[in-house]
């Protein structure tokens, strides 16, 4: 944990040992290996605590509620990597929600064509942000603060603040379903998105671009690097994860709503500091936010497994990303210090 | 015209070492009651270190210091502050958004009774007074940012004045100021001066010192070499001193004919490049594997023409042609498609990218044009990391050890390793060689030197005048903003170019 090196991102050494020992030997300087044995206490207090929690059924249920928060969550890590922020996800899926609610049904476009325009629309209002950001140089808290009330109050604004149903088994399948009646339809997505964006992370070249923006902006810049559009691009891919959670949330209540996803940000964002990123950017992993998302995931199940008053609960999650933040501020100091 | 009375300041045997570094060795400093000591020497020789020295920022190895006869030891410049020791930095210290009178008295601020609020009436009275010394009337109220440049000098000053200190140190006060400004700073120095006030003044300024300092102390290499009254000074024997003729005397072999070079194709070619209060009417030619400096004193206009070269700053008017064809609309990117690279001058700050390995520092601007793919290639990338590391002998264990981990100058060979590793042929460099050891340096002069007969040509930027002579093929002589000589490597020694840099354009 104390580990300043970043083994894990760097160019692979060429003169390659055994592929177990490389593996281990990356394992002993990955920087999340506290976080790891954090959640591992996690696990054990719950299942003693509860003994429905270790079940299979109930760790299912996790890695559903984790989807609703953690492919925004992924997302959010390129985010923070690239030393910006996005408030606006919550309104954002909660625009989604809406849009695909009029398109469906007042409208009555295709499903499929409706779900197409959300995620093509939310990826347009991302980027603007970013572009806001590039352009202007308008911090993305501040611009995504403006979508934060804006995107909520247009999503109010399309559906009156009523529910529109949305009566379709498919949909609802592929949003809330389980597939072989087993594995949540939601936790696929979780899986195949955190896949998808910790290959772009690590593997492309637009991945490290985020993090060499994030990590010297100026420094990316003269190098060559497209820092305007990097930026444009982590603020879409936001924007279009924020409407995959909205597409998930309307199949889960079976319509077009414009109350969902409060606080949607706070976990999303959680998640990614749990996981070790730097909110001053050009650090961070997509393994870390995994981890984080499944902490909280599993913290919230547990507190109700366990009956902890609702309100007591909050209090434990602020004071949980409290802890992290403090923590993480502390070792990069520490390694700052020893460099 | 010298003061005598009972010394304010004295400075016994100072040494200083960084690491293995020797900054300082035994310097002594005698400061009387009303005496103005200009301190010159080149970058490196120790001007720094001695003023941190007395005010207190850093503690000498050895040595004493004495304010009217009492051994001081300071820890901290706040302690060397209340000793009276006031010290003037080149940057500025004020903060944007208080006011004039907040900046004088800041951390300082008079309180009102028990509720501990700011007694605005005696801050503004302290702040006029430290004022009134300087014989000068400020609106106490302005935003300090909504003041020029002069006069926000004028804030610091008074703020450093506030402690009424007996010593007051100012490192290149008039390096931001034009012509009549640092003739009204001067004049306020004297008085201030007449005041009983004892001044260190750092500069560069040749016609400066006769005007403002009563002695001068020449440092070199962390020696003191001379220190004599003002009216023995001449400028051709000061620059001798400050440049001490010995580094002039390696000139090498590897220079370039300069009937050889002007056979080779031009490069890259500025004409009329003009920049607002900048630039003006600068020209400039590079021939293939021609190694050109830059010599020019701070505030110069030297790194300016870089950047607006390579189009970091978008206000270069005038033609650049890379290779015959003209470069409009520059921005780093389309730079490097033409195949020129730049280093910029703040190595930590805009060169690297800290949080990275060395290996992907070295690979930034490799990617999309050598290695032109979306996926990162990781075998591609190691060869090229690995192959530019032996090559620059980059003293790293792996290419995945993290950069802010080397030392500076293997930081700076990481920056022109990354211009490097994407092929390129026209690099212009601005200050490589700050900040960084003797080894180090030599090093760096040597890979351009290589460079050069590999055809990489290079545009060298330095305030090291030394080390110019040493690499280069041409010298060009930068003084505000114009080229006023072009010099052959040979020709290009410290003596003549430091005179050259430090005369001024005004009669």
Not at chain 2, 106 to 135: C, F, V
Not at chain 2, 322 to 348: C, F, H, I, N
Request: aromatic fraction near 4%; include cysteine.
């Amino acid at each position: 944990m104390t580990s300043p090196t970043t083994t894990t991102e760097a160019t692979t050494p060429s003169t390659s040992p055994h592929p177990l020992a490389a593996m281990a030997g990356r394992l002993r300087s990955w920087d999340g290996i506290g976080l790891f044995l954090v959640l591992v206490v996690l696990y054990v207090a719950l299942s003693f605590a509860s003994p429905m929690f270790l079940t299979l059924d109930n760790q299912l249920n996790i890695l559903q509620q984790a989807a609703f928060f953690g492919i925004v969550a992924f997302a959010m890590t390129l985010v923070i990597v690239s030393g910006e922020i996005d408030i606006s996800v919550g309104s954002m899926a909660a625009l989604s929600s809406s849009l695909l609610g009029v398109l469906v049904v007042n409208v009555g476009l295709p499903m499929w064509v409706a779900c197409l325009t959300v995620l093509v629309s939310a990826g347009s209002v991302g980027a603007f942000a970013g572009w806001v950001r590039a352009a202007f140089g308008v911090p993305t808290f501040i611009a995504t603060l403006a979508l934060y009330l804006a995107l909520r109050g247009l999503a109010q604004l399309l559906t009156n603040n009523f529910p529109l149903p949305i009566d379709s088994d498919k949909f609802f399948y592929w949003g809330s379903g389980r597939l072989f009646g087993v594995i949540p339809v939601a936790a696929v997505y979780l899986v195949v998105v955190f896949a998808v964006i910790a290959v772009v992370a690590r593997k492309t070249v637009f991945g490290r671009s985020v993090y060499a923006v994030g990590g010297n902006a100026r420094s990316a810049e003269l190098s060559g690097i497209p820092v305007r559009r990097v930026r444009i691009a982590v603020m879409a891919i936001s924007g279009v994860a924020a409407a995959i959670t909205g597409l998930l949330l309307s199949a889960q209540l079976a319509s077009g709503n414009s109350t969902i996803a409060n606080g949607l940000e706070f976990d999303a964002i959680a998640a990614t500091i749990i996981g070790g990123a730097a909110l001053s950017g050009g650090k961070g992993t997509l393994l870390g936010t995994l981890i984080g998302v499944v902490f909280i995931a599993a913290l919230l199940n547990g507190m109700v497994l366990i009956g902890v008053n609702p309100y007591a609960q909050q209090v434990v999650r602020g004071a949980v990303v409290l802890v992290a933040v403090m923590v993480n501020v502390a070792r990069y100091r520490n390694a700052r210090g020893t460099a | 015209m010298t003061p005598s009375g009972p010394p304010v300041l004295e400075c016994t045997e100072l040494s200083k070492s960084y690491g293995t570094v020797a900054a300082l060795r035994g310097v002594s400093l005698t400061l009387r009651a009303g005496e103005v000591r200009a301190l010159l020497g080149m970058n490196g020789a120790g001007k720094s270190t001695l003023v941190n020295l007395v005010c207190g920022s850093q503690q000498p190895d050895s040595g004493t210091i004495r304010v009217d006869g009492a051994q001081a030891r300071w820890g901290n410049p706040g302690e060397a502050r209340d000793g009276g020791i006031a010290v003037v930095h080149q940057e500025f210290s004020l903060v944007p958004g208080l006011s004039v009178a907040e900046n004088i008295t800041l951390g300082r601020w008079p309180r009102t009774g028990r509720l501990g609020l700011i007694d605005s009436r005696a801050l503004d009275h302290q702040a006029r007074t430290a004022l009134e010394m300087l014989g000068e009337s400020l609106p106490l109220g302005r935003d300090v940012a909504r003041l020029p440049i002069a006069q926000q000098q004028i804030v610091e000053i008074a703020k450093a004045l506030l402690a009424e200190p007996r010593v007051l140190i100012l490192d290149e006060p008039t390096s931001a100021l034009n012509a009549t400004e640092v003739d009204a700073l001067i004049a306020l120095l004297r008085r201030l001066a007449g005041q009983g006030v004892a001044i260190i003044y750092v500069s560069h300024r040749m016609t400066e010192i006769p005007q403002v300092a009563d002695t001068l102390t020449v440092l070199r290499d962390g020696r003191e070499v001379r220190t004599f009254g003002v009216e023995e000074a001449t400028p051709q024997a000061v620059a001798a001193l400050i440049g001490g003729g010995a580094a002039d005397d390696g000139v090498r072999a590897t220079h370039a004919e300069a009937s050889e070079l002007d056979s080779r194709p031009v490069v890259l070619a500025v004409r009329g490049g003009r920049m607002p209060s900048v630039l003006d009417q600068v020209d400039l030619e590079l021939r293939e594997g021609e190694v050109l400096g830059i010599a020019g004193l701070l505030g110069s206009g030297r790194t300016e023409l870089l950047e607006g070269i390579y189009g970091i700053r978008k206000d270069l008017a005038g033609s650049v042609k890379v290779r015959g064809r003209a470069a409009r609309r520059r921005s780093p990117r389309s730079m490097l498609r033409r195949g020129v690279g730049m280093t910029p001058e703040d190595r930590k700050g805009s060169g690297i990218v800290p949080m990275l390995g060395v290996g992907e520092n070295l690979l930034l601007s490799a990617r999309g044009r050598v290695i032109r793919s979306v996926w990162v290639k990781h075998t591609i990338e190691a060869v090229i990391a690995r192959a530019t590391i032996t090559k620059l002998s980059i003293a790293t264990s792996s290419g995945a050890q993290s950069i802010d981990t080397l030392s500076g100058g293997n930081q700076q060979k990481a920056v022109i390793g990354r211009l490097l590793a994407a092929k390129m042929t026209v690099l212009l460099l601005d200050e490589p060689t700050r900040g960084i050891d003797v080894h180090a340096k030599a090093q760096i002069y040597s890979l351009i030197r290589e460079l050069s007969a590999a055809g990489v040509a290079s545009v060298f930027v330095s305030s090291e005048l030394g080390e110019l002579s040493e690499v280069c093929d041409r010298v060009l002589v930068l003084r505000d903003g114009r080229v006023v000589e072009q010099l052959t490597g040979s020709e290009a020694t410290t003596e003549r170019l430091l005179t050259l840099a430090m005369q001024e354009g005004r009669p």
